[in-house]
């Protein structure tokens, strides 16, 4: 077990390309989460999977982020279009959701810079 | 609407004393909380949670304190260490109604002075 696990550490792209990120979370873990984490806030919630299906997607978002699970294993953020407000470090999480255990291992994140 | 607040940005301890982080929220249906620990350049990481069930939860140096009627959590280090120096993350969730997504505070930076 290696942890929760993100690619690439950092990203520096130009204003209007499209990025993707890689997530592979803990193997035995059936919840993968998506967070951003902006200067100065806390994490905050993009969506979630358990397995393959995203169960909830917050109003942050917009229709240029599209999130993936295939196969319940890894998942992909995508961002089409970025734009300058994008610019933050994208967290992932998994956990184990028994009714029991919880608690969320996070990655070390990407770090998103759009110039 | 931040239903999840830290209300000091920082905080500053001298090595040994004890830390007090605050966490208040206003979701009266949270019933679970949690504290993340977050060095420079890594992810947070688990240190301690709460059931609402409970007002108290020890492990080792740290203790978290739950008061419901206030709507108000604290984390107690002690004794304070410089390695305990990080950003401090306050979580809450509605465990009992599907085991939402955590909703994270805005932190608190601890520095333990030695």
């Known amino acids: 077990d290696t942890g929760v696990s993100q690619n690439p550490r950092h990203k520096i792209t130009k204003r209007g390309q499209n990025v993707t990120f890689r997530c592979d979370p803990i193997s035995e873990h059936n919840r993968l989460y998506w967070y951003r984490q902006t200067l100065g806030q806390g994490p905050e919630f993009l969506t979630y999977?358990?397995?393959?299906?995203?169960?909830?997607k917050s109003r942050l978002l917009s229709d240029r982020f599209s999130a993936e699970r295939p196969k319940g294993s890894f998942s992909t953020l995508e961002i089409q279009r970025t734009e300058q407000g994008d610019s933050a470090m994208y967290l992932c999480?998994?956990?184990?959701?028994?009714?029991?255990?919880?608690?969320?291992?996070f990655g070390s994140g990407t770090r998103l810079t759009v110039v | 609407d931040q239903q999840v607040k830290q209300n000091s940005p920082s905080l500053s301890v001298q090595e040994g004393r004890i830390s007090i982080l605050n966490c208040d929220y206003t979701n009266s249906m949270f019933d679970y909380f949690l504290w993340y620990k977050k060095y420079p350049a890594e992810g947070p990481t688990f240190l301690i949670s709460?059931?609402?069930?409970?007002d108290k939860n020890e492990d080792g140096r740290f203790t978290v304190f739950l008061n419901k009627s206030a709507k108000h959590l604290s984390l107690h280090i002690v004794p304070s260490q410089p390695g305990d120096s990080a950003v401090y993350f306050c979580a809450a969730s509605l465990w009992n109604s599907g085991n939402t997504p955590l909703v994270f505070g805005k932190g608190t930076r601890l520095s333990v002075i030695a």
């Open positions: 999480a998994s956990s184990f959701f028994s009714g029991t255990a919880y608690g969320y291992t």
């Open positions: 999977f358990q397995n393959e299906a995203q169960l909830e």
């Open positions: 709460i059931s609402s069930i409970k």
